[in-house]
């Protein structure tokens, strides 16, 4: 069974915009591949978290995005050096 986690698009990007999405607990991240083009995204850190202490989270994940399913997975987990909180993710398209 896939993971599944519920997504909002982001317009808002660079640095100082992630910044103020991880003092909201938010995790930001991109979803890219299939020649598509890359989709900014956030997810809720808690959610985040407790996905990917699962084995699953590293091999599929369902990404809902404006009503829509996006099978992906993850390629590069971006953490913090001394807390290990989760940054930034990199998705693939599955």
Do not use: C
Not at 73 to 87: G, M
């Amino acid at each position: 069974m896939a993971i599944s986690l519920d997504a909002t698009l982001r317009t808002d990007l660079g640095r100082g915009a992630s910044r103020r999405l991880r003092r909201q607990f938010l995790t930001p991240a991109i979803i890219i591949g299939e020649g598509k083009e890359a989709i900014s995204i956030t997810l809720d850190e808690k959610k985040v978290i407790t996905s990917a202490l699962k084995d699953e989270f590293y091999k599929e994940v369902e990404i809902n995005l404006d009503g829509k399913a996006i099978k992906v997975k993850p390629v590069d987990i971006q953490r913090h050096p001394v807390s290990e909180r989760i940054l930034h993710i990199d998705f693939q398209r599955i």
